[in-house]
Nanobody
Framework: QVQLVESGGGLVQAGGSLRLSCAASGRSFSSYAMGWFCQAPGKEREFVAAITWSGGSTYYADSVKGRFTISRDNAKNTVYLQMNSLKPEDTAVYYC???????????????????WGQGTQVTVSS
């Protein structure tokens, strides 16, 4: 069992930055690939970024490439999402998720994740 708690969301002006954190408790954090997803009102939850268990590979949605950076610290059981050059269309609830395994691939599908956090709201004003 893995519990995930996101933090760091808030209100920011367009062009600004936020850093989201996701703290994991439970067993074997380093056995999980981690992902960030977002869900805007009236829309489906969608992939933002993912990182493999070791941090050796990262993957991004086209809409955030060059602006967002995912990273992890296995010693601290934490995954981060650095969000720069934020746009109003980035406004959403952001969720972190854990997918057990050591395979190196993009982890874009919601269905492959085993655990989810409760989400943190990010609002970008124009």
């Amino acid at each position: 069992q893995v519990q995930l708690v996101e933090s760091g969301g808030g209100l920011v002006q367009a062009g600004g930055s936020l850093r989201l954190s996701c703290a994991a408790s439970g067993r074997s954090f380093s056995s999980y690939a981690m992902g960030w997803f977002c869900q805007a009102p009236g829309k489906e939850r969608e992939f933002v970024a993912a990182i493999t268990w070791s941090g050796g590979s990262t993957y991004y949605a086209d809409s955030v490439k060059g602006r967002f950076t995912i990273s992890r610290d296995n010693a601290k059981n934490t995954v981060y999402l650095q969000m720069n050059s934020l746009k109003p269309e980035d406004t959403a609830v952001y969720y972190c998720a854990a997918s057990f395994g050591y395979d190196d691939y993009d982890h874009r599908r919601l269905s492959e994740y085993d655990y989810w956090g409760q989400g943190t709201q990010v609002t970008v004003s124009s």
